[in-house]
């Protein structure tokens, strides 16, 4: 791993979805990579994750709360972004450009700073059909956010399967997109 690799910070966030369970894999592929990884969870997300876990393996807190103006931030800036585990609510308030919790807002700067941004979503076929979804979908990518939905990447599944479909969850496909786009922005 060189020196530019070492200072590389991924913003690794997840939403409250059956994935955000298993967040953990996506933090150990980027710190394989060479990343120092950050972990930012939805308010609803803490429900699903093991935060004293995580922060053992990232050595930073998890943070889900906005911290106090004037407070030094716990976290390093960040280089790159990816939304794991994203749930339907996440990418429609993104697109609207809402920023009601600390994971929304961080997100929201991304997009304005240009930062390289990839969203794995965890959604059903009942959400995915839903009209908002789609033109959601469609806003990220025009703003130049990689959504990785479709063939090759996350397929949605039918209502009530998503424990089945999480076994082969593409992690990898989500750090692989974050790449192109730190390639492409460097």
Known sequence: MNTAQAQRVLYVVTCATLAARDIGKLVDLAQADGWKVCVIATPMATRFIDRTALEELTGYPVRSDYKQPGTADALPPATAMVVGGASANTINKLAAGISDNLALGVLNEAIGLGLPLAILPFVNTALAAHPAFDRSVQELRAAGVDVLLGN?????????????????????????????????AE
């Open 152 to 184: 090759g990447r996350f397929v949605p599944n039918p209502p009530g399967e998503g424990e089945k479909t999480l076994p082969g969850y593409p992690w990898e496909a989500a750090l692989l997109a974050v790449e192109k786009l730190l390639d492409v």
